[in-house]
């Protein structure tokens, strides 16, 4: 299991970093989705999932996490490339600290490759880490609430995937509440509602997932 220290990087711009990175992995025809929610939302239950779905597509998983090498080890159990990121306390990962991850994966070409970025719902949003696409999750034990204190990341991400609807009958939680205040704050964004334990509405989440892919190579 590779795993690496970084520390927040020194550099002029974090916007520069991140637009370089994005260039890199087009020319690669890479789609680095950058995959953002609170602590335990069901980040790398989705991943490990999307991971067995979508077989026929080269996957890798930078694991972000302030410690412990879990999440990275449940990835390459699955026969996935996988690299665990210490962030030295930090909360979020920048640009730089992405192509350094980027970097740890090797040599080999991926389709799709995901950052799994530190849990919480505040310092990711405000870094473009330099990825094609933005992924957030909220799971219905959270709240329906959320969209209303935690703005800036559903006004960031391309898709809002609504994790563990299979325990929604034990929760208070108001979907159609929940997506209109999202589309609210955001009315481009693509919404989700899945189980990863059940496997509902995965299907339509992985042909978004696929689609981007091609659009990303073609476009
Ligand atoms: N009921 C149910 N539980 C789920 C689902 N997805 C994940 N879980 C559970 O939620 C807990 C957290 O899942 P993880 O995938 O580790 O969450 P995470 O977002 O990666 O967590 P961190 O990396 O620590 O932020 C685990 O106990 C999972 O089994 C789901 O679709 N339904
Ligand atoms: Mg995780």
């Known amino acids: 299991m590779k795993r690496i220290t970084l520390n927040a990087t020194v550099t002029a711009s974090?916007?520069?970093d991140a637009d370089a990175l994005r260039a890199r992995t087009k020319a690669m025809g890479t789609l680095l989705v950058n995959v953002m929610s609170s602590a335990g939302s069901g980040k790398t239950t989705l991943l490990s999932r999307i991971i067995?779905?979508?077989?026929?597509?080269?996957i890798a998983v930078m694991e972000a996490d302030i410690a412990?090498?879990?999440d990275a080890e449940r990835i390459e159990a699955l026969g996935a490339a996988a690299v665990q990121v210490h962030t030295s306390g930090m909360c979020h990962m920048d640009a730089g600290m992405t192509a350094a991850a980027f970097d740890a994966l090797g040599d080999e070409r991926f389709d799709l490759a995901f950052l799994e970025n530190v849990g919480n719902l505040i310092c990711p949003a405000e870094y473009d880490t330099g990825a094609g696409k933005k992924l957030m999750i909220l799971s219905v034990s959270e709240g329906d609430d959320k969209p209303l204190k935690y703005p800036?990341?559903?006004?960031?991400s391309d898709a809002l995937v609504i994790s563990k609807i299979d325990a929604l009958p034990y929760f208070d939680f108001d979907l159609?509440?929940?997506?209109?205040?999202?589309?609210?704050?955001?009315?481009?964004?693509?919404?989700f509602p899945v189980s990863a334990k059940t496997g509902e509405g995965m299907a339509a989440l992985e042909q978004w997932l696929l689609d981007c892919v091609n659009d990303w190579k073609t476009n």
């Open 68 to 70: 412990s090498d879990v």
């Open 52 to 58: 067995k779905d979508l077989a026929g597509l080269r």
């Open 152 to 156: 800036l990341m559903f006004k960031e």
């Open 176 to 191: 159609p509440r929940c997506i209109y205040c999202a589309k609210k704050l955001n009315p481009g964004i693509a919404v």
């Open 14 to 16: 974090n916007e520069r």
